[in-house]
């Protein structure tokens, strides 16, 4: 990772415009495609957070939890318009890999040949 391209995730109240920091200043790390779950209640984000590599991650409750292991690098994710599926593209060094995730099972509903 390059010093200064850290990034960080904040949420902002609309009404008052109070901003709150979601992520960790204290831990270098590169945050992409964050969506809130339409419950409300969850935030998915791609970082490189604690690693190397990219990994999926949930904001849930005030606290980050990592998703996808250490080692399997995430390109990118999407979340689907009803929260119970994530599409996750896995780098494989010199191909990529799509796997739809249950959101609820954090369990692969189809990995695709």
Same mark, same amino acid.
């Given at each position: 990772m390059l010093p200064g391209n850290d990034t960080a #995730?904040? $949420?902002? /109240?609309? /009404? $008052? *415009?109070? !901003?709150t920091r979601l992520t960790d200043d204290r831990v270098p790390s590169i945050w992409s495609s964050a969506q809130h779950a339409p419950d409300g209640r969850s935030i998915y984000a791609v970082?490189?957070?604690g690693s190397e590599l990219s990994r999926l991650w949930r904001w849930q409750g005030g606290t980050w939890t990592?998703? $996808? !292991?250490?080692?399997d690098a995430v390109e990118s994710a999407a979340l689907s318009?009803? *929260?119970?599926?994530m599409a996750v593209v896995f780098d494989r060094e010199a191909s990529s890999r799509l796997e #739809?995730?249950?959101? *609820? !099972? #954090? $369990?692969? !509903?189809l990995q695709p040949p």
């Open positions: #995730l904040w $949420t902002v /109240e609309v /009404e $008052t *415009g109070k !901003r970082s490189n957070q990592p998703l $996808t !292991r250490d080692g318009p009803d *929260g119970a599926t #739809l995730i249950d959101t *609820g !099972r #954090l $369990t692969p !509903r």
